[in-house]
């Protein structure tokens, strides 16, 4: 029970904190542009999957979103938020931590970890797959179980 108790407030201070100040992103927006955002903004909360190529006419790029968005239900599930950062020049900071080359979808864990760098488009059945075999998912499935 205590164990349970530390958990819950361990998950609703963070989200206190961003409410009050007004930087938690906003929720209806399953693709976003990265923009000035920073992958600590999606800390504990979400699992970001981020698009990046070298322009938006890249066919990679588009067969990714693609993907993504047929498959936004099953995402949403696994509470991923895809940003998408489609100009270099624009040195935004989610690229300068990640630093990729040309077209990669990374996948970063909730805990802020990089679990998955791809060079090329992957189905949201192979993206799924790769959360649910992390023990942040293993955890959350196991828990949604128990509870429900």
Known sequence: MTRT???VFSALF?????AADGSAPADED???PAGDSELSEYLWVNRPIVVFADTPADPRFRQQIDMLLEGE???RDRD???LTDTDPSARSPIRSQLRPRGFQMVFVDKDGVVKLRKPSPWSTREIGRSID???LRERE???RREGG
Do not use: D, N, S, W
Not at 14 to 18: F, I, N, Q, R, S
């Open 141 to 143: 499935i196991r828990e």
């Open 80 to 82: 991923v938020v895809v």
């Open 73 to 75: 239900e099953a995402m």
């Open 30 to 32: 399953f693709v976003r």
């Open 5 to 7: 108790l530390a958990l």
């Open 133 to 135: 075999k992390t023990p």
């Open 14 to 18: 963070p989200l206190v904190a961003m």
